[in-house]
């Protein structure tokens, strides 16, 4: 970040292309609370950047030199960040980079605020977000306190982020386009390394190697917590302490697991002190491992036995994360982000053991042309784990089709005896509202998201009128 990077809270300007992005958003709330000017492009309009809009930054969605404001065209005194799902033809970007503004990527500025504090990471294919979000509410909630930088709306706050003086910054490390490579951690959790992303890596191998190179970044004297069982070789630092995890051995692990009447309770095993009867705040199978992890980060940073049950008693949860929007006897609805295989295996298994009796089914829309191609038999594998499974067509994000690559894919795999249908994203409301669910649960990572509110309505709706 040249000069800027020693400045970068000296800056009068800032200009975030793709800002209604989850990760994007989060910095440009950060800059906006230091006085900041703050605006932005994005494609489309949405609930998020809607509520940017209303905070004070300046939105517009044409991709248009003239709409970027005055504060933002100094070339001195504005930084212009970006994501990687940005083309590099894109006008405004084109613009700012001819006219020699210093250009970033997200990454780069997060990793500039892992060198100004100390950075508490969570990497891996899947678990990254809760694991993060879970982390940064143990530790706000202590004597410690922190800064956080999340991939997904805490339910605690409202927000995807957290301010405050604390020396400590929680940030989701993404491995998508290499980011992570920017942060330097003064503590990780690496949680998966399922391969994902083979339209940037390539190979398996590659992605591997991916996060090996992100273990040689952590600060001497700091720490890797890594789950059990993975893959990839790890090439930490001498002075870098080294923890491992799991639901039921390693350094950090759950003993006396109890699941019963929409609760979760375990206790906490750890090489510093055990802590017993530890209550999830959000009562998710997943999230037993995903709490191991952010009280394992949490608890080698100072917090203690108290601070680590109360975090974990009164953790809200993520949006779109095993998200909750429906509980009745009569119908449950919830949303997940869930979008790689593993992902959705372990929702998938989490739903059968809160619902071991009842019918449950997935509207799943597919995220990405090159995903759905690489392991559209583990999605149906996964997949095949629920009772009825409905597919929309896929979700492109930055991509063009690909010849012979659609949800039918998936479709024609799912295991014999799951009911299944193909629809049009664009009838999945007039197909729930045809329909009787048990527990139907919204998959993906695409805009199918966007139809949950409106699900919700009609579905308790429904519920009122018996």
């Given amino acids: 970040m040249n000069n800027k990077e020693n400045n970068i809270n000296q800056l009068l300007a800032i200009y975030f292309i793709g800002i209604g992005g989850i990760g994007m958003s989060a910095l440009a709330r950060y800059f906006l609370k230091r006085g900041v000017v703050v605006a932005g492009y994005d494609k489309t309009p949405s609930e998020l950047t809607r509520r940017l809009e209303c905070e004070g930054m300046l939105i517009h969605y044409e991709e248009n030199i003239n709409e970027i404001p005055y504060a933002c065209k100094q070339q001195q005194s504005c930084l212009v960040v970006y994501t990687p799902a940005i083309p590099e033809q894109h006008q405004e970007l084109c613009w700012f980079r001819e006219n020699g503004f210093e250009v970033q990527k997200r990454a780069q500025v997060l990793g500039t605020l892992t060198r100004s504090h100390k950075g508490l990471c969570v990497a891996g294919t899947h678990g990254k977000t809760t694991t993060s979000t879970m982390c940064a509410h143990i530790m706000h909630q202590s004597h410690l306190d922190c800064n956080a930088f999340l991939g997904g709306i805490s339910k605690n706050y409202g927000t995807n982020y ?13 491995e998508f386009d290499r980011s992570f490579h920017w942060l330097t951690p003064w503590m990780t ?61 390693g350094d950090f692990h759950a003993e006396n697991i109890k699941i019963a009447n929409g609760e979760i309770s375990f206790d906490f095993i750890s090489p510093i002190e055990n802590v017993p009867n530890i209550v999830l705040g959000q009562p998710v199978p997943i999230n037993i491992e995903n709490g191991i992890a952010a009280m394992a980060m949490a608890q080698l940073n100072g917090c203690n036995a108290e601070e680590l049950r109360y975090g974990m008693k009164t953790y809200g949860g993520v949006d779109r994360r095993f998200d909750f929007k429906i509980k009745t006897p009569q119908l449950v609805l919830l949303s997940d982000y869930a979008h790689h295989p593993k992902e959705i295996y372990q929702s998938a298994r989490s739903i059968r053991q809160l619902y071991q009796d009842r019918h449950i089914t997935a509207i799943f829309q597919p995220h990405l042309y090159t995903r759905t191609r690489d392991f559209y038999l583990d999605f149906a594998e996964a997949l095949s784990q629920l009772d009825e499974v409905i597919l929309t067509e896929i979700y492109p994000a930055r991509e063009e089709p690909i010849e012979g690559v659609t949800s039918q894919l998936i479709y024609d795999h799912l295991k014999p005896g799951v009911k299944r249908e193909l629809i049009r994203k664009d009838d999945v409301i007039s197909y729930v509202r045809s329909r ?13 998201d966007n139809m949950v509110p409106q699900l919700t309505k009609l579905l308790n709706e429904r519920i009122k009128k018996g």
């Fill in 162 to 174: 957290i301010l405050s003086d604390s020396d400590y910054v929680v940030i989701e490390a993404d």
């Fill in 189 to 249: 959790v690496i949680t998966s390394t399922d391969p994902d992303h083979l339209d940037i890596y390539g190979t398996k191998e590659a992605y591997l190697e991916s996060f090996r190179h992100y273990t040689t970044l952590i600060q001497p004297e700091g720490a890797l917590i890594i789950h059990q069982g993975l893959e990839m070789q790890e090439a930490i630092p001498d002075s870098v302490r080294r923890y491992d995890y799991s639901l039921s051995s």
């Fill in 436 to 448: 009787d669910f048990d527990v139907l649960i919204i998959l993906g990572a695409g805009d199918l």
